[in-house]
């Protein structure tokens, strides 16, 4: 005979357990993935236009050809900077990537200067959106989360998004535990390719707990450290000019040097650098800006997984290579 209509079940096994917490964007719209975050932008404002860079990764295309909406390339110069070398109209929009999380100053420029700025924060997590400015974020490059990704715009549409499932693409992470990063990457690949024309939905319960677990200042702390030691000692031969202000939180340290087989080397010596972004080769002239940064410019990791003594070590095996 059942006495109460209880909704909570009680007893049974435990639950996974991670540490309860606030998020880092409780105000913000939490989606699953950060190209589906631009979608959600793109059906807001119906833009019938948008200018891109070449220098940006290709799963950005994914809401345009799924809307149909026209995008141009646009290029960018020697600061990461765009060229604006051409007419926004009232329908028309430009999306600039906060590169590195360092550009926080061209973005806050933009700002000033264009009506119709879309701002892909996806490479600067911590670097809070400015009001009125349609800004994405997207979760997995700073934390080890599968998915996730926040979208703050001035208007909400009322989509009545159903909330995505994350725990079949996880695995990359549980072995990452369990065994090493090296064993999981088939795995994360995989999962990368489940993301892929992933319908719009709400972030998951799981990335959503995942991410309220997280200790942010820790993170946004030690990365700023391990960057600006890594400046210190880098910059001398740096060709790009970095100018980081205190509002950046760099993901990584941009080291552009002419060495192609730079990248090789260092993975030979177990530090993994990943080319951004592959699609630039096909995209840009071989003699543009963009395909250069693509071809060498090295990104070195500097979150939270490192202390300075690891940063030590990456700069002997950089200098021993150099
Ligand atoms: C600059 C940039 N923006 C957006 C995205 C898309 O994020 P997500 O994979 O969460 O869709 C990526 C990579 O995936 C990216 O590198």
Redesign the pocket.
């Known amino acids: 005979m059942k006495v109460l209509n209880s909704l909570k079940s009680i007893g049974g096994y435990m639950p996974l357990q991670i540490p309860m917490g606030v998020s880092y964007y409780p105000t913000l719209v939490p989606l699953n993935?950060?190209?589906?975050a631009l979608e959600y932008i793109l059906r807001l404002r119906k833009y019938t236009k948008v200018y891109i860079p070449y220098f940006?990764?290709e799963?950005?295309l994914e809401p345009f050809n799924k809307l149909n909406i026209e995008y141009e390339f646009y290029n960018i110069d020697v600061n990461l900077d765009p060229i604006l070398d051409f007419k926004l109209d009232d329908n028309s929009a430009l999306l600039y990537?906060n590169y590195f999380g360092i550009k926080t100053s061209t973005v806050m420029w933009l700002s000033s200067i264009i009506k119709n700025l879309i701002i892909?924060n996806?490479?600067a997590f911590f670097v809070k959106p400015i009001s009125n400015v349609d800004t994405f974020y997207?979760c997995?490059?700073f934390f080890g989360v599968p998915?996730g990704?926040y979208v703050s715009t001035s208007t909400q549409i009322g989509l009545n998004l159903k909330t995505d499932l994350s725990m079949g693409r996880i695995s990359h992470l549980l072995t990452s535990i369990e065994k090493n990063i090296e064993d999981g990457y088939q795995d994360y690949l995989a999962n990368n390719e489940m993301?892929v024309n992933n319908e719009i939905r709400k972030m998951s319960t799981l990335t959503t707990k995942l991410l309220e677990g997280i200790d942010y200042e820790g993170c946004e702390l030690i990365r700023k450290n391990n960057f600006y030691f890594l400046h210190k000692h880098l910059e001398k031969i740096n060709r790009l000019r970095i100018e980081i202000t205190n509002e950046d939180v760099p993901m990584v340290y941009p080291l552009l040097v002419e060495d192609a087989s730079l990248r090789e080397r260092l993975i030979e010596n177990k530090i993994f650098i990943p080319t951004y972004?592959p699609n630039v080769f096909d995209w840009a002239s071989p003699d543009s800006y963009e395909y250069f940064l693509a071809k060498n410019l090295i990104t070195i990791p500097i979150d939270h997984r490192y202390n300075m003594q690891d940063m030590r070590s990456i700069l002997a095996i950089l200098n021993s290579l150099l």
């Open positions: 993935t950060g190209r589906n940006t990764c799963v950005l990537t892909d996806a490479q997207s997995r490059k998915d990704a993301l972004w």
